[in-house]
């Protein structure tokens, strides 16, 4: 699971700005891979792969205010040219079911973030990059974590701290541009 989960730790500028580089484009991401050395080499080669799926969840991405939760997964799975379906197991798996008919305006803080994660997964990615993830609970975490292992998903995320309990390999960006 280690070499699975990576997270970016530094200074909270130099995270975002890492982040947000290799989710700019496949390119970007494929050369951050390759400045790691060879203990990234299975997934840069998995990145290369013009055939494999990068799914991006940043803190600014606008979900629409006045659409409920399921209003927004599910226009956001028809833009994704997904299968309905794929937004309902999304809302189960990132705990937004009892939420569904909650207007995303009204939500948390926590809770809008979880919804723009969950919008990452429409496409069912093979690769997701994250932004400062606002995971919430322990139970969610080692839930999710246990999901994306079962589907052979790799994450890269950026975070200041780190998740109890959670099997990640860090990466300390202290110093990159």
Not at 121 to 145: A, C, H, K, Q, Y
Request: net charge negative.
């Amino acid at each position: 699971m280690k070499e699975r989960m990576i997270q970016l730790r530094g200074q909270e500028g130099q995270r975002r700005e890492i982040v947000r580089s290799i989710a700019d484009s496949r390119e970007h991401l494929v050369d951050w891979l390759e400045s790691r050395g060879p203990d990234f080499a299975q997934l840069r080669e998995k990145a290369r792969s013009s055939s494999v799926s990068v799914g991006v969840g940043l803190l600014d991405d606008k979900l629409y205010e006045n659409l409920t939760v399921m209003e927004n997964l599910n226009l956001f799975a028809r833009l994704s040219d997904v299968c309905p379906s794929s937004a309902d197991a999304v809302s189960e798996m990132f705990g937004m079911a009892k939420y569904r008919e909650d207007l995303f305006g009204k939500l948390s803080e926590n809770l809008r973030h979880r919804l723009q994660l969950a919008v990452s997964m429409l496409p069912s990615p093979e690769i997701v990059i994250w932004e400062e993830p606002d995971f919430g609970d322990s139970e969610f975490v080692n839930r999710l974590f246990d999901w994306l292992e079962e589907n052979e998903i790799h994450l890269i995320f950026s975070a200041e701290e780190s998740l109890d309990g959670a099997a990640c390999r860090v990466v300390d960006i202290e110093g990159e541009n």
